[in-house]
Structure formats: structure tokens, C-alpha cells
């Protein structure tokens, strides 16, 4: 059985609007983009959840309506809390982006001479070819 994103029931197998979760989460969106944090926003909207449930209602996607799920939240409120969000998260230093050391980058060479024996059975000549093969770690800036 799959999960029904909260704010939304099930009813003759069509999902519909379940306008006091819904109340609570267009409340939740104002009080986030209104300057609240993620749990003190979901408290004071009466929403109960860990602080990684509330930030996944505020990037779920079926709130702007999809061909099975009706719409709760319009596209600019969505997009603002997206920037919001994003923007918060560099503020508090929680967007790294991965250093590209370049003396921690390898570059390997390969060859193979002609293979010289050939066996009847294709696994030993396999196990052969690839036995032949040499690599070496070229140094960056050297080829």
C-alpha cells in the first residue's frame, strides 16, 4: 500500500483534498515564508512530525497538483519556500560542495600487447587477455 502524502484522503480510489490537514499546510507555508523555522512553523500550524517530515511536506511536489493528487499550494508560494529553504541553508553553512582536490585525481593508462597464445576454451582465453593488460597512474598534466 503506498503512502498518501498528509493533507490528502483517499475516497472511491480518488485521491481528494483533505481541507483541515490542507488549512494546516498552507498555514505552515505562510509561517516559514514568514520567517518562522521548520519546527516552530509546524507547531504553530498544529502539525505534528519529525523536522525532516515537515521539510519533505514543503518540497512535495504533489501539493502543486499532479494528474492523480489536487492542488493545495500554488507555484509561487511553492518556488518561494524552495528558495527560502535553500537560502537558509547557505546562511547556516549546511551547503558544501565537494572540493575537487586535484592532487587527489588519478589517471591511468592502459595497454595490452598482442595476446601470443590462443586456447580453445573462451574463459582461459579470457582469463589470458586480461592478464596481459598493464596500467600505470600517469601524474595530472602529463600525457
Do not use: C, W
Amino acid at each position: 500500500m503506498q503512502h498518501v502524502p498528509y493533507g490528502y484522503k483517499i475516497e472511491n480510489g480518488k485521491a481528494v483534498i483533505d481541507h483541515e490537514a490542507a488549512s494546516k499546510i498552507k498555514e505552515l507555508y505562510r509561517l516559514y515564508l514568514s520567517g518562522l523555522s521548520l519546527s516552530n512553523a509546524a507547531k504553530v500550524a498544529g502539525i505534528k512530525g519529525y523536522h525532516s517530515s515537515i521539510a519533505r511536506i514543503l518540497t512535495n511536489k504533489h501539493y502543486l497538483g499532479d494528474g492523480y493528487y489536487p492542488q493545495i499550494i500554488d507555484n509561487d508560494t511553492f518556488k518561494q519556500a524552495e528558495t527560502e529553504k535553500l537560502r537558509r541553508a547557505e546562511r547556516l553553512g549546511r551547503i558544501r560542495e565537494p572540493s575537487s582536490k586535484e592532487e587527489n585525481i588519478k589517471k591511468y593508462r592502459f595497454s595490452m600487447p598482442t595476446p601470443k597464445q590462443l586456447y580453445d576454451d573462451p574463459f582461459i582465453q579470457s582469463e589470458y587477455a586480461y592478464s596481459l593488460i598493464e596500467s600505470e597512474v600517469v601524474k595530472v598534466g602529463a600525457e
